[in-house]
């Protein structure tokens, strides 16, 4: 790998911070602190440090690494890596934060199950039909409803992500008859 052509292609990327890995609860906790004051800096050098939007792409870092956390399919054993409360089996995927067209932007990718990505699709073009007032209304009545059945959190985050950003972007590419490749994008 030729580190300067990385490093150009970073640059025209737009690219900020990247992550690919294992993701535990405890990672995305410990690192939450860290990216947070590298948001904070990489987006005052650009002139882009509003709190406003620095609050919201960690809310959304934080949302995206939870969805790799509870639902990633590439997995490996946990031989000892992060703490005591660590699961079993680790988590992988990808997170990636920056900017362009004078946007922000966070952009994960993880392994689904495929049997899930045609409701997880169609979920998403929902929400994509929604102007802000829909998706804050469909968020309100979520927290009142329990959670879906096969669901690890409360069903909000993607309604979450939908309201801390002004878009999102998804891709699903199948991989074989049992795994896709998911992608979220929000532009914030």
């Known amino acids: 790998m030729n580190m300067l052509e990385y490093k150009d292609q970073l640059s025209r990327e737009g690219i ?9 609860e405890a990672m995305v906790a410990e ?22 939007t620095i609050s919201r792409m960690f809310s959304v870092f934080i949302e995206l690494s939870q969805n790799v956390v509870r639902y990633s399919h590439e997995t490996t054993p946990n031989d000892g890596y992060g703490d005591a409360d660590a699961p079993d089996l680790l988590r992988h995927g990808v997170v990636v934060i920056g900017y362009q067209n004078d946007m922000n932007f966070v952009h994960c990718g993880n392994e689904i199950d495929a049997a899930a990505a045609d409701s997880l699709a169609n979920r998403l073009r929902e929400i994509q039909g929604m102007n802000r007032d829909e998706v804050n209304a469909a968020y309100r009545k979520k927290r009142r409803e329990k ?9 909000l985050g993607l309604l ?8 999102l972007e998804f891709d699903i590419e199948a991989m074989n008859t049992e795994k896709a490749f998911f992608t979220i994008k929000v532009w914030i």
């Not at 900020?16 to 535990?24: E, K, N, Q, V």
């Not at 939908?162 to 878009?167: D, I, M, P, T």
């Open 16 to 24: 900020l911070l990247s992550y690919r890995g294992p993701f535990t």
């Open 31 to 52: 690192l939450g602190g860290t990216i947070r004051g590298q948001i904070e800096m990489k987006l005052a050098l650009i002139g882009q440090g509003k709190s406003a």
């Open 147 to 155: 959670p879906e059945p096969g669901s690890l959190g409360a069903g």
């Open 160 to 167: 979450e992500m939908a309201r801390l950003g002004s878009r």
